[in-house]
């Protein structure tokens, strides 16, 4: 595997889980793979922190249901986009 993409699905397992499924119950931990491979990918296309921040926005309130659509990012979404660029940054 990629390594920027197993940081990827270890960051959002870990640090977003925006529906709290990552709370030590027999939960299967790929349950963001996909997210973390559409942000594998906006990575490597150079997108900006901004894009991801609005990504993460959208899949939390309108793929996954945890919000509303328009709500504004959380910290937890605006912290894991930072460390997304990190991501890209120490990849480089």
Do not use: C, F, H
């Amino acid at each position: 595997m990629r390594p920027e993409l197993k940081k990827l699905k270890v960051l959002l397992w870990e640090e977003w889980d925006p529906i709290g499924v990552n709370d030590g119950t027999d939960w299967p931990s790929d349950e963001y793979d996909s997210y973390a491979e559409q942000l594998y990918w906006m990575l490597k296309n150079n997108a900006a922190r901004d894009e991801i921040l609005q990504y993460l926005v959208r899949v939390r309130t309108e793929y996954i249901g945890m919000g509303e659509r328009g709500d504004p990012a959380t910290d937890a979404d605006a912290t894991v986009a930072d460390k997304v660029v990190q991501i890209r940054e120490d990849a480089e």
